[in-house]
């Protein structure tokens, strides 16, 4: 069997996880209401994400953006163990603490004042969505989306639309 190669390899993921899972579904009725209440669980976890004031959504600037952004200020770029890049005002900062490797971390740590934690809420909400469509979708009965519905799945995905923490372009 060739395998199919996509022009979305981030969505590859989460389409092949709602077709298995939509397959054992399928094969095992017996799991179907544990794996919709699941599946109702992990929107309501976006949901709260999503209202939550303590997160910001991040969405990763491509090189134009990164560029527009940094100008104006907007947006700063997450690194975890050094992978981006540090601006030279940072690097000379480092060189001043006496250049101790491995010590500083480059986060901040965090402080009493009400900072907003970045996430990338965009891409959690389109990969679950990949995920809900596969399983909803890719049955040739209605079975799996009557459960989902009896089991009020609809409020949680419909509550993704209004979520605060989404931009406004989204």
Same mark, same amino acid.
């Given at each position: 069997? $060739? ?22 579904? $399928? ?11 699941? =599946? =109702? ?118 509550? =993704? ?10």
């Amino acid at each position: 069997m $060739r395998r199919r190669r996509s022009a979305d390899p981030l969505g590859d993921t989460a389409t092949n996880l709602g077709n298995a899972m939509d397959e054992l579904m $399928r094969h095992q009725p017996s799991l179907k209401q544990s794996a919709t209440a699941a =599946i =109702i669980k992990l929107l309501e976890q976006v949901c709260a994400l999503g209202r939550d004031p303590r997160y910001v959504c991040w969405k990763p600037a491509s090189s134009k953006e990164s560029s527009v952004a940094s100008s104006n200020g907007a947006h700063l770029p997450l690194t975890r163990g050094g992978g981006g890049e540090a601006s030279s005002d940072e690097e000379e900062e480092e060189e001043d603490n006496g250049g101790e490797a491995g010590t500083a971390d480059p986060l901040p740590a965090p402080s009493p004042s009400p900072e907003k934690e970045p996430v990338p809420l965009v891409d959690y909400v389109l990969n679950v969505m990949k995920f809900v469509d596969a399983i909803l979708s890719n049955n040739s009965t209605d079975d799996h989306c009557r459960e989902f519905v009896s089991q009020t799945g609809l409020v949680p995905l419909m509550g =993704i639309l209004g979520l605060p923490n989404l931009p406004i372009d989204f």
